[in-house]
């Protein structure tokens, strides 16, 4: 592969370095050595899997401050959050490395005395993985991990904006004794020539994509031409809302957590703040405070919080989202604007109403649009309102309404006074246009079994 690409720094602009550039010759050969790769590696123990997984994991946990700079640098998510996503990332692998030891299969009562019948999980085979450029360690391993704990290999095609940190990975996991051809990674700048071979070839068993739905649905119907195995996480549009009763400071303090990750580029940051009018003169105010407090920067400065957006075309929604509010009256709190370069200042909006992008459509950047609510039972159908159903918070100090109102949510994660509910060994994904499967925990590595139903007559 002669051919390469330029990876570029979003808040510098200046171009880091050159990647292999993979066309849909190297895809095919990519297939096969992950084919033959695939029996020797299902033929190993899980215990022995697990060994070479928890070396991999001792690998980044010490190049923790290259992979965050990597990180940093080809996306711009301020250092801090990058070293805080490299642990994230081990996390999934120390988790999958246990759970593989777990893939248990079960003894099924008999109908007949003469037979047993029984239940076995093996893996699903060569696995094709497309990741994002918003996580670009995170939502490596919290695919590959479980894929490769399993006894499946993977061939991972990161997003074009952040290769080097999967790159990095990659080198690692050879660093650790992993097998190359059981975890290789295509760059590429051509996504489309690249996955095409993997969907023609039926030795590939399983697609597993995290991006936006626009191309999860394409790629769905890609899959089913051999018949994949799909996960899919896919675009979100969370609701936020703070109920009467809600500790407001607390509120607040989360809402800048989920919202603020990442510039409000993650897909189940909160989108939509649904305040009850009884408190939204206090929240509002005490929101505007802590934005206008954010520093934003550099993201290679340890204090920075907010880092520039990761490139034109996410600054320009954003900016087109806060400009379609405007228009249609929403007020502009704090910020309101782009800055030099790809950055959005932190911004709040208040008297939003429906009819304007900002409620339908997922931002993917630092601004948060306020809306005020009287009724419960109203605001509740405003959440479910949409075609999406990833993440949804509540805020509530009632227990009852807690859990009353987190089981009308149509959503896949609900976070209960609780802005941050992702974690490695919980089920991570949404309903309707959200997606299909989970990510995480048992569920995660479901993904990557087959049950095997084996009934066997007695002589
Ligand atoms: C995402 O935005 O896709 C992932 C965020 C998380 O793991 O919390």
Redesign the pocket.
């Known amino acids: 592969m002669s051919a390469t690409f330029a990876v570029t720094n979003p808040a510098t602009g200046s171009e880091l370095q050159a990647v292999p550039d993979a066309g849909p010759a190297d895809a095919r050969a990519a297939i096969d050595r992950a084919v033959q790769a695939f029996a020797p590696w299902k033929a190993r123990t899980a215990f022995d899997r697990a060994n070479v997984l928890q070396a991999w994991r001792g690998l980044m946990l010490r190049d923790e401050e290259i992979i965050a700079r990597l990180m940093t640098q080809e996306m711009g998510k301020p250092i801090a959050e990058s070293r805080g996503e490299v642990r994230?990332a081990a996390a999934f692998v120390e988790w999958f490395a246990e759970e593989g030891k777990r893939a248990y299969g079960e003894i099924i009562p008999s109908h007949v005395a003469g037979k047993r019948l029984l239940a076995m999980r093996q893996p699903v085979g060569p696995v094709y993985a497309v990741t994002?450029w918003?996580?670009p360690a995170?939502?490596v391993t919290r695919k590959v991990a479980p894929a490769l704990a399993a006894g499946c290999t993977v061939v991972l095609k990161p997003a074009e904006q952040s290769p080097l940190t999967a790159l990095h990975l990659e080198a690692l996991w050879q660093q650790a004794g992993g097998p190359a051809d059981a975890f290789q990674v295509l760059t590429t700048s051509d996504p489309a020539g690249v996955s095409e071979p993997f969907f023609a070839d039926a030795r590939v068993r399983k697609l597993t994509f995290?991006g936006s739905t626009e191309v999860g649905k394409r790629l769905y119907a890609e899959a089913a031409r051999t018949m994949k195995r799909v996960s899919l996480?896919l675009g979100g549009h969370a609701p936020f809302l703070v109920f009467a009763d809600a500790d407001v400071p607390a509120a607040v303090l989360q809402v800048m957590a989920s919202k603020f990750r990442n510039a409000g580029q993650?897909?189940?940051c909160a989108n939509r703040i649904y305040v009850h009018a009884s408190i939204h003169d206090e929240f509002s105010a005490r929101l505007a405070d802590a934005v206008r407090a954010l520093r934003v920067g550099d993201p290679l400065r340890d204090d920075t919080q907010v880092g520039p957006l990761v490139d034109r075309a996410g600054l320009d929604k954003v900016t087109a989202h806060v400009a379609d509010a405007v228009a249609k009256g929403a007020r502009v709190v704090v910020g309101g604007g782009p800055r030099d370069g790809l950055y959005f200042e932190p911004t709040v909006l208040a008297d939003v109403t429906d009819g304007m992008r900002i409620l339908k459509e997922e931002t993917f950047g630092p601004v948060a649009p306020v809306v005020m609510f009287r009724d419960d039972a109203e605001v509740v159908a405003a959440a479910n309102a949409t075609p999406y159903g990833l993440a949804a918070y509540l805020w509530t100090r009632d227990l009852g309404r807690g859990f009353r109102v987190a089981e009308a949510l149509d959503y896949g994660i609900v976070g209960v006074n609780d802005g941050l509910p992702?974690t490695p060994h919980a089920p991570?994904g949404g309903v309707k246009d959200s997606g299909i499967g989970r990510e995480g925990g048992k569920w995660g590595l479901e993904e990557y079994l087959d049950v095997k139903y084996i009934s066997i007559a007695l002589p």
């Open positions: 994230y994002p918003n996580f995170a939502m995290t996480e993650t897909c189940v992702s991570f």
